[in-house]
Nanobody, 122 residues
Framework: QVQLVESGGGLVQAGGSLRLSCAAS????????MGWFRQAPGKEREFVAG????????DYADSAKGRFTISRDNAKDTVYLQMNSLKLDDAAVYYC???????????????WGQGTQVTVSS
């Protein structure tokens, strides 16, 4: 079994930037397509961005396009989410998960990690 650990969240002013990281223990992420998801208070968890195992293909939610960039460094077994021009609506707990190869918007694991909190202030 793999255990995912998200980090990099924090408090940022609107318009600012953060970079989130997703690391794993128990097994390598290098052969897995991965995605970022978020959940704001009172809302359902939603897809943010996905990336193929090689990093050659990406997919973004409309809300993330043009502002967020997903990337990975398989040598470090880490997946990143660079978030720029943050908005108040971006405030949420951010999670990473394995995603289906043919649909990056669909999480593959049945359980989730603790996530990392992103708070955006005005």
């Amino acid at each position: 079994q793999v255990q995912l650990v998200e980090s990099g969240g924090g408090l940022v002013q609107a318009g600012g930037s953060l970079r989130l990281s997703c690391a794993a223990s128990g097994r390598t992420l290098s052969r897995l397509a991965m995605g970022w998801f978020r959940q704001a208070p009172g809302k359902e968890r939603e897809f943010v961005a996905g990336i193929s195992w090689s990093g050659g293909s990406v997919d973004y939610a409309d809300s993330a396009k043009g502002r967020f960039t997903i990337s990975r460094d398989n040598a470090k077994d880490t997946v990143y989410l660079q978030m720029n021009s943050l908005k108040l609506d971006d405030a949420a707990v951010y999670y990473c998960n394995s995603v289906f190869t043919n649909d990056y918007r669909r999480p593959a694991y049945g359980s989730w990690g603790q996530g990392t909190q992103v708070t955006v202030s005005s």
